[in-house]
């Protein structure tokens, strides 16, 4: 039981990392200062978790309770620009830590939805949330369209799957759950990239013409 | 008090049927995927009541607690296509359910802040708030100006008064709940109605010129 | 103690109303009606309080707990067009309310932050994300990009600096807390308005263009 809490905060942790990392990266696009790269950074890394925190009612919230995830982000928006050369090296360059920080996110969601409440469905869902909030949140600040509600490449749906695999996966008895994690995560990751990769998108609802 | 509770559930129910079709016309309308009009559709329906329980810090929220409420969202979202030519024969297609759902959830929301606090005024606000942040939070996805805040047919005020109606009616002594409930939600469907039909708004405050 | 509470009502009091007048100058230069110019003022004045309290797990919120908090700003929101009036003769006319405002709520978000977890970061931020919210929402709601995300005159970190000042002063040993938040609100308010009036800006961040 320890183990799965530290392996939990382990991913948590990582997700706040690669989260702001991407929040930095949304925001130079939009060429904004310290305090607007600082803003997004913390919107996106902990959007989600926040969340996911006040819908599940726990307290103290994840970045109040742990002062040091804020840190990291501080410290990386005010070392954006080497951090920007580092990471404007690796392409797809925004992509990979966007998949990788709602896989992160959306699993530490379904697992602390399952610790209260016994819905597989809300888990599932709160996982998602968690997942994708963040994003939707910077895309908002930075006065975009979020791209979760248009006609894009496949992205909750993403986590929705890989948060019902996490599910699965821990139901089949003796399954531990760090082999749920992995398997969840990995799923999370390829879907987006390949949903990315060859433009899976859902057709958009066209409304019935009016009469 | 049973009854009263099973009725306030009923309610909440409709609300969450009737903003979910409300919020699959409004996606629609943006061409949406099936991802986006669910979450559309699910910000409508949930966006005011998760306010209201965060705000009145009730555990667990509403659609927590009653898992097949998302469901329900879930599938109109996933029926959209049929569920929009049903609804499409009816005119004027947007504006019932939308005042029907304002008004249901403006009843639930002065109900469940009367029992937390013994404040009429809060209690009318926490209805106003829960009835009409689900539209806000729609027309803010779908990227609109939300209607609430520019000058437009009377929306947040047909809330208001309804709230106060269902105050000052359960006041009178050996009013049941429920004729409370049912006037204040006639009041604010009727009110919202004619405000639309004759195009009853407030004028438009001016700055006053600068010297 | 007793006292410390009343210090930090009867400062929360006059941020509201502060807030409130903000609002309703927000709110007029967009044409609202007085239902969107209450709501705007509403979101303006206890946004950020309302973030705390929810951040905090505090119960209840600030202006449930105090009913007459919210029908001070629709005093405020019926009567905007003398209000109006009276505060267009002060000029800059949005700049010190503004200030002020974000001062005042900077302070108590940093000192309830103290009293509920030990950390200084998290007090600063919170009293930071108190004091600018309800700005970023009125910016939001006006569909204004929030100016606090962009490069404009510093904002965000004067509260961030401060409410350091507040927390540096207060350690001090014998210093009472009285002369701790004067010391703050002062620098708060004489920093951004020495950064408005000198344009003290941080530089953009650029992106380092694609290879």
Redesign the interface.
Known sequence: MKMDVSLLISIEYLAVIVSSIYGV?L???????????F??AFAVAFGGG?LRD????R???FW?GN?HY??ITLGIAVF??PV??LV?RIKPYLLLPDALGMALFAITGTAYSLE??P?W??AA?MGTITGTFGGVLGD????D??S????SP????CAFTGCWVYLIVLSLGETPKEIAMIAAILVIVLFRLAAVKWNW????????P??
Do not use: Q, W
């Open positions: 990266l925001a130079a696009r939009k060429g904004m200062d310290v305090m607007g790269v803003a997004v926040t006040l819908f599940l009612d307290t103290p919230l109040i002062p804020p840190m954006a620009g920007l050369k404007n209260a409440y819905s469905f809300i869902m908002v600040i930075c006065n369209v979020p979760l509600f248009t006609p496949l992205n909750a749906t998108c859902f057709p958009a609802l066209r409304e019935t009016h009469r």
